[in-house]
C-alpha cells in the first residue's frame, strides 16, 4: 500500500492549481457571536472559519481526491476503465473528473460505479446521467460494494478509485487542509484591527472540524498538517453505524459498522474506513479526538446553516461537524486552551449535492 506523506500532499496542491476550483474561506460572524455568547464566562474569544468546498467543482471536496488519482494516469490506464463504489459524492466528483480527462487526454474512458440500492435517488441518478454503468447492492452499506467492484476491476482490468483508500485520492483531499490553513492566516493579515468581533488572534488556524464516513478527508486533513500546531477533530453521527471511527480508537482496530443501528441523514457518512485511511488514523488520533452528534443536532445545524446565507446548499454530512461545534459539550471539554485568549476554528463545509439537504432523521434514503 502506497504511503502518503506531507511532501505528497504539497505536490498534489500544486499539481491541482490548474484544475480544482480554491473554494472561498469565510469568517461567519453569526457563527462566532453564537458561540462566543454560549462561552460568556469564558475569556477565550471564538471566531469561525467556513471552507466553502460546496461549491467546488461537482459540488463536493470529492473532486480534488479524484483529479489528483486520474490526472497522474496515462493513457493506456485509462483506457481500460475506472470502478469505484460510493453513496453519490465520491462518485459524482470521480466521473466529472472523468469526463474532463477524456477531453484533455482523447481517450474513451469505461466507467463502472457500484451503489447502495438505498443510496439517495438523485445521486443514483446523476450517476447514470454522468454515463457510467451503475451497479446496485442491497441495503444502506457499501462493504459488499467495495467486494463487488473490486470484482470488476479484477475483470475489466479497469483502475480502482476508492474514496478512502486511495493514496492519490487521500493525498488530493488533503489539499483542502493546506488552502485552509493560509487563507484563514492570508484574512487575518487583510484584516488586522478590522474584526468586528474585537481583537484578531494570531492569525493561525488552531482547530479543524473534519466529518468522518471512510476517513478520506480526516486522514488526508491529518497528513498535511502534520506538524502544525493544529488540532484536528473527527465528527461522526451516532445513527447509522457511525460510531465506528470511536470504537475503532477505542479497541485499537477497526472495527465493522453497525449496521443494526439504521440510517442516519448524513448517508454521506455511511462507509467503512478504508484501510489507507485507517493506518494513516490509527497513528495519529485518539478516541479523545472524537466527536459524535445525534440526528436531532444534525438536523438543528442543518436549520442553522440555511440562515448563514452560505452560497450553495449544505448537505447532512457537511452538517455533523457545524452539529457538534454548536451542541456537544464533549467538544468544549476537549478544547480547553489554558491562557489561550483567541481560538479560530475551522469547518470544511464538505459539500451540497443533489438534494441530500432535504432529507431528515428516520426517513428513508429513497
Partial sequence: MAQLSRKDIIEAHSRLTASVTKTPCILSLDLSAQLQEQLADSATSVQVFLKLENLQIGGSFKYRGAMNALSQLDVDELAKGIVTYSSGNHARGLLEVAHVVSRLKQVEIPLHVVMP??????????????????YQEPGYGLETCARRAQRIAEETGARLVASSDDADVLGGHGTIALEFVGQVQEYEVLHQGHSQLGKLGTGALDVLLVPCGGGGLLAGCLVALEGTDVLILACEPVAGGGSQLLESLRQGRRVPRDERAGPSAADGLRSEIGDASWAIILGRMTERDVIQVSEEQITAALEVSQNLGLEGSVEPSSAVSL??????????KRMRYEGKKH????IIITGGNIGATQQRPG???E
Avoid at 440500492?117 to 454503468?133: C, P, S
Avoid at 452539529?323 to 468544549?332: H, P, V
Wanted: net charge negative.
Fill in 117 to 134: 440500492e438505498q443510496a439517495v435517488a438523485e445521486k443514483r441518478r446523476a450517476v447514470q446521467d454522468l454515463g457510467a454503468h451503475l
Fill in 323 to 332: 452539529a457538534a461545534l454548536l451542541y456537544s459539550s464533549e467538544l468544549w
Fill in 343 to 346: 481560538l479560530n476554528v475551522g
Fill in 363 to 365: 426517513e428513508s434514503l
